[in-house]
């Protein structure tokens, strides 16, 4: 049985930085992608971040959705079993419950995609 779980949330200031960290528990056979969504109240899920599983970190590809580039990174570290979102010059628009995802192969940034969620971490910026 597949489990993840996600640690990092808090309450920060705007301009603030947050690492989130999941790990995963059980085993996965094969390459899988790593994401991270998040989701404010009364909004849809949306893809923030993903990284691929190339077994070179620096040939692993990486993307963002628009709002986040330039200020989040995601990484992993595969002996770890563990995903991590560096999130800086947060903002009060990234405030949402954020979860880390787990998808076969290569994926994007569609909810659809993944097939293991965790219970999600609380990131809340305020002004």
């Known amino acids: 049985q597949v489990q993840l779980v996600e640690s990092g949330g808090n309450s920060v200031q705007a301009g603030g930085s947050l690492r989130l960290s999941c790990v995963r528990f059980g085993d996965i056979y094969g390459p899988t992608s790593m994401a991270w969504f998040r989701q404010a109240p009364g909004k849809e899920r949306e893809g923030v971040a993903r990284?691929?599983?190339?077994?070179?970190?620096?040939?692993?590809?990486?993307d963002y959705a628009d709002s986040v580039k330039g200020r989040f990174t995601i990484s992993r570290d595969d002996a770890e079993n563990t995903v991590y979102l560096q999130m800086d010059n947060l903002k009060p628009e990234d405030t949402a419950m954020y979860y880390c995802?787990?998808?076969?192969?290569?994926?994007?940034?569609?909810?659809?995609?993944?097939?293991?969620w965790g219970q999600g971490t609380q990131v809340t910026v305020s002004s």
């Open positions: 995802a787990v998808g076969f192969g290569r994926r994007g940034l569609r909810k659809d995609e993944y097939t293991y």
């Open positions: 990284i691929q599983p190339d077994q070179q970190p620096d040939l692993r590809s990486t």
